[in-house]
């Protein structure tokens, strides 16, 4: 059975950690802040309603794991970065997963 938007943004919204909009176009990481854990629960509780398994590809593409997250050298990383003296960010860069990418794959994956 496909997932209608309505019903995926409500997932989204209780997933998020403050009250925000969600639209098709917010990006999960970025507008959402949902990553880490909060992505994981996310993505388990979606695939449990469309009885699927977790691609474990689409956690490492999109989303951090929480041992990035809590890395106790993260705020020292994220000054020298913004000071100059680091290039790498402290975080590696994500591909953008919005909401309606979300919809489109597990779509995909229940047909």
Do not use: W
Request: charged share 30%; with cysteine.
């Amino acid at each position: 059975m496909a997932m209608v938007e309505i019903e995926l943004i409500n997932i989204v919204k209780n997933h998020c950690s403050q009250k925000m909009e969600v639209t098709l176009s917010s990006d999960l990481v970025g507008d959402l802040s949902i990553d880490g854990d909060d992505a994981e629960e996310l993505l388990e509780e979606l695939l449990k309603q469309e009885n699927l398994e977790l691609p474990v590809e689409l956690l490492n593409r999109y989303f951090h794991s929480e041992g990035e997250l809590l890395d106790m050298f993260y705020f020292p990383k994220l000054l020298l970065f913004k000071l100059g003296f680091r290039h790498k960010p402290p975080l590696r860069e994500l591909e953008s997963f919005t909401v309606k990418d979300l919809l489109v794959k597990f779509n995909e994956k229940a047909t």
